[in-house]
Each structure stands twice: as C-alpha cells, then as structure tokens.
Nanobody
Framework: QVQLVESGGGLVQPGGSLRLSCAAS????????MGWYRQAPGKQRELVAG???????NYADSVKGRFTISRDNAKNTFYLQMNSLEPEDTAVYYC???????????WGQGTQVTVSS
C-alpha cells in the first residue's frame, strides 16, 4: 500500500497561483492512478483532477483551463498546478492513489488552500 504526503497549500489572493505536491512511498508509484480531491466546509469531497498510470488526465469542469495535474514517476511525486484561483477553490485538498483492479486506495492527510483577499 502506498503512503502519501501532501504539501504546498496556503493562503493566496484571488487570481493567484499555488502548486500542490504529493509525495508517495511504500510501493511502486508508477502503477497507480492518481487524483486530487477537495472538500469545502459543508460539502462532499469531489474529484478535482486525475491522471492515470498511462498519463491520461481528466478535470472537473470548474477547474478546466486553470488547473493542471502532472506526475513524475522518477520522483514518486505528482502535482496540481493551480492558476487563476477563485474564492470558490477554498477547500482542503487531498491526494489519492488507487488501483481499482486490486481494490487499493490510499489518501494523504490533506492540505488547506484558502483563496481570499
């Protein structure tokens, strides 16, 4: 089972940028599908962006054109570059690694992103 640690959250003004990182350990990183999720107060956790082991990506409609997910298998790390941030992006962001065919899913501890002036 892979272990995940997020970093890079913080406070940013509207229109600003942040890059979140998720470092993986404990298993072979390259065979996992990865994703970034977020949960705002009073709301359900939602998928923000995903990237498969083959490099295919998908995004929530609300972040398309603003966020970019990427992975570096050599560094066992994947990223979420967030540009043109909006107050509605404020949430705790979680990274996830999964292998659905094996029933495996691991979560990071979460990192707070706050977009406010």
């Amino acid at each position: 089972q892979v272990q995940l640690v997020e970093s890079g959250g913080g406070l940013v003004q509207p229109g600003g940028s942040l890059r979140l990182s998720c470092a993986a350990s404990g298993s072979i990183f390259s065979v996992y599908d990865m994703g970034w999720y977020r949960q705002a107060p009073g709301k359900q956790r939602e998928l923000v962006a995903g990237i498969t082991r083959g490099g295919s990506t998908n995004y929530a409609d609300s972040v398309k054109g603003r966020f970019t997910i990427s992975r570096d298998n050599a560094k066992n790390t994947f990223y979420l570059q967030m540009n043109s941030l909006e107050p509605e992006d404020t949430a705790v962001y979680y990274c996830n690694a999964k292998r659905l065919e094996l029933g495996l899913s691991s979560w990071g501890q979460g990192t707070q992103v706050t977009v406010s002036s």
